[in-house]
């Protein structure tokens, strides 16, 4: 492994030049993981779900970055499986902050349509890109129940992303799409030497961005 550089288990999507933020959490195992990702199965009688991120769910809150898919089970008979399906692009959602009249930090997916589905997951990431210490993002599935105006809408699930305090640092050279390799200078003194576990890099364009399991840090220069 190479001095000052980390590796990444898949092969980047995107180029990442260096004003990507490489997000992660200082700490061991999948507990300290910056970000996270979800897999909730809708049942079969369902024709229609939602996501909704709630960034109140603790006043000591960071700013998060929340992305859905959804892939569809269309076609039995002549079996047809339906990936790709963009719900939800990346998107930061700031903290809560109460005012007049309402709030933020709050994201709906908006209405999900899984009415030629079999069956359909939503695949659910958020990641923590803020230097706050986090207490946790709620994520609240629902699927509907009535077709009404407006909708109706049956809890299947809530659960809480990641939690924790975040740190970012900048690759220092461009790192390609379809390599694993990315140049960090001294990543072991900043705190990239926790191997096995997941961060975030933050693309300037923020579609770009990626979820990277890292495998490997090379020792500091």
């Not at 609240?140 to 992303?161: C, H, K, M, N, Y």
Request: net charge negative.
């Amino acid at each position: 492994m190479a001095i000052n550089s980390i590796e990444v288990l898949s092969n980047l999507q995107f180029e990442q030049l260096v004003a990507t933020e490489i997000w992660a959490i200082d700490g061991e195992g999948s507990a300290f993981d910056v970000v996270k990702s979800y897999a909730v199965v809708i049942p079969p009688s369902v024709s229609a779900a939602r996501v909704i991120f709630n960034n109140w769910y603790d006043t000591a809150a960071s700013t998060v970055a929340v992305r859905v898919k959804a892939t569809k089970l269309t076609g039995i008979g002549t079996l047809a499986k339906t990936e790709n399906t963009q719900v939800i692009e990346w998107t930061a959602i700031a903290p809560a902050v109460l005012i007049t009249g309402g709030g933020v930090g709050f994201l709906d997916s908006g209405v999900i349509d899984l009415s030629a589905a079999y069956e359909a997951t939503l695949h659910i990431d958020c990641a923590i890109i803020d230097t706050v210490a986090h207490a946790g993002t709620e994520i609240i599935v629902q699927i509907r129940s009535e077709d009404a105006t407006p909708d109706e809408w049956t809890t299947l699930t809530s659960f809480v992303g990641p939690v924790g305090t975040a740190f970012h640092l900048h690759p220092s050279g461009t790192a390609n799409a379809g390599q694993k390799t990315i140049l960090v200078a001294n990543p072991t003194a900043g705190n990239l030497n926790h191997i096995g576990k997941f961060i975030f890099l933050r693309n300037a364009t923020i579609a770009n961005s990626e979820i990277c399991y890292q495998t490997q840090c090379g020792a500091d220069a």
